[in-house]
C-alpha cells in the first residue's frame, strides 16, 4: 500500500519547491511560509527519510526542504 493522502500531499509541496524545514533533530516543516497543521507527518517523513534540507545549516536554521531519491520514489508509485 502506498503512502497516505497527507503524506503525498506533502510530498507534492516539497516537490514543487514550496516547503521549508527546520534542520533540529527533529525537523518542522512549513509550506508556504506557514507552519504545518500535522507536524507527526513532517517528522515521519524526515525519519524515513523521504523529505531533506536543501543544504547543512546551523542548528535550527530553516533551509528549503527537498525530496530525496527515496522521496521521488515514494511520490512516483
Same mark, same amino acid.
Given at each position: ?5 497527507? =503524506?503525498? +500531499?506533502?510530498?507534492? *509541496?516539497?516537490? @514543487?519547491?514550496? /516547503? ?19 507536524? =507527526?507527518? +513532517?517528522?515521519?517523513? *524526515?525519519?524515513? @527519510?523521504?523529505? /531533506? ?22 511520490l512516483a508509485?
Amino acid at each position: 500500500m502506498g503512502l497516505p493522502h497527507r =503524506h503525498r +500531499a506533502y510530498l507534492r *509541496a516539497v516537490a @514543487h519547491g514550496r /516547503a521549508e524545514m527546520t534542520t533540529n533533530q527533529v525537523p518542522d516543516l512549513f509550506i508556504d511560509g506557514l507552519a504545518c497543521c500535522d507536524q =507527526h507527518t +513532517a517528522h515521519e517523513l *524526515a525519519a524515513q @527519510h523521504l523529505i /531533506a534540507p536543501s543544504e547543512p545549516a546551523e542548528r535550527g536554521a530553516r533551509v528549503t526542504a527537498v525530496l530525496t531519491d527515496a522521496g521521488t520514489t515514494h511520490l512516483a508509485a
